[in-house]
């Protein structure tokens, strides 16, 4: 209780000193804490529509201030020095509250000297305070600019997320049955230890893992998690590598596919592969009219996205909404939308020595 207190303490702090005036208006305000269910985040829109700009993607169990006369299907909240629109089904009021189960990451301060906790996802906002090397914070969520919304001791603010290290991926206890065959197996453990090359589809070569920075323009690559799932629904496992590039965590993924022999790797941005559920499917986004959700296709020479439901621009300023091919209405798609969105969320692993053994080593 005493963390929640102090947690609602520094979000009135905040919003008492946004420049903005957000704080200023007569409606009643009261507290909601965040649960989206089987997923581990929700989206904050800038309008209430799933079709609106995400201004950033929040963790549940996290608390928000909220309008208590919203009504229907979208509630105006302020998270931090951020306002927007959470669908009201992810938002629990009173008592409800304390029946959330949290699904914050933590995460370690990385940057020898430091890094400053800021009032706003700004390098222009007031410095609160210091956070020291390997200082722990609670991760609340992720602005649309990648500022790590936290909370360090009993104070709440903002930290670019290239100088934090997400650190509670899923230890391994009961391994996990894996859809693959024993050669398979094999090949993935030795390229997720650095020992074999894969084909970079991306490159046309041959590589190490650990030479993939030449696939990001010479940057430093790091591996932080790692999942196994059927990505193209061919009722094989596929590698999913997320990779932090000069310290952006979620920059983007590496896909390994082993067939016939040998391993494949796709480079896949962010936005390609988003909220990733265990049974392979996937959200992706290229504009605020451009998005859906679906499976890979993985070829030798590149990959490609294979829709479930989508929507996009039209010629004539309408959007177009299409389910397996076919026309459906901004209703039907909502309601895909909605369905995809409460899918269980893929299980990800610390990309440790000790995961990788406890998958893979011993199958063989």
Excluded at 15 to 23: D, R, V
Excluded at 81 to 101: I, T, W
Excluded at 211 to 238: C, I, K, R, W, Y
Aim: proline residues 3%; charged residues 20%.
């Amino acid at each position: 209780m005493k963390r929640i207190i102090s947690l609602l303490l520094c979000l009135l702090c905040v919003i008492a000193g946004m420049p903005c005036g957000m704080a200023e208006t007569n409606t009643q305000l009261a507290s909601a804490t965040i649960d989206g269910g089987n997923g581990d985040r929700v989206h904050l829109r800038a309008e209430p529509s799933t079709k609106a700009t995400s201004l950033g993607l929040y963790f549940t169990g996290t608390q928000v201030l909220c309008e208590l006369d919203s009504t229907g299907e979208w509630t105006k909240v302020i998270i931090g020095a951020e306002s927007g629109y959470m669908k009201s089904k992810f938002l629990r009021l009173g008592n409800d509250q304390g029946n959330v189960r949290s699904k914050q990451p933590f995460g370690n301060v990385e940057p020898i000297n430091g890094v400053n906790l800021r009032s706003a996802p700004s390098l222009e906002a007031q410095v609160d305070r210091k956070l020291e090397r390997g200082n722990a914070v609670t991760i609340l969520g992720e602005t649309a600019s990648h500022w790590y919304y936290v909370s360090a001791s009993d104070c709440v603010g903002y930290v670019s997320a290239k100088y934090i290290s997400i650190t509670n991926s899923a230890e391994i206890s009961d391994v996990p049955d894996i859809n693959m065959n024993p050669g398979d197996l094999k090949l993935y453990q030795l390229v997720l230890n650095n020992e074999s090359q894969f084909f970079s589809t991306s490159d046309r070569t041959n590589l190490y893992l650990g030479q993939l920075n030449g696939s990001f323009d010479g940057l430093p690559v790091t591996f932080t998690q790692f999942a196994v799932v059927d990505l193209d629904a061919d009722g094989m496992a596929e590698i999913v590598v997320a990779l932090s590039v000069n310290g952006n965590a979620y920059y983007g993924y590496e896909v390994l596919d082993a067939r016939e022999g040998k391993v494949y790797g796709y480079d896949l941005v962010y936005r390609a592969l988003e909220d990733l559920k265990a049974d392979g499917t996937f959200s992706y986004a290229s504009g605020v009219e451009d998005t859906g959700f679906g499976t890979l296709k993985l070829g030798d020479k590149e990959y490609s996205i294979e829709p479930i439901a989508y929507s996009e621009p039209a010629e004539d300023g309408h959007v177009d909404y299409v389910h397996n091919g076919m026309p459906i209405t901004d209703e039907a798609y909502r309601q895909l939308c909605d369905i995809q969105e409460k899918k269980a969320p893929v299980t990800w692993y610390e990309f440790t020595d000790e995961n990788i053994e406890k998958l893979f080593g011993h199958r063989y």
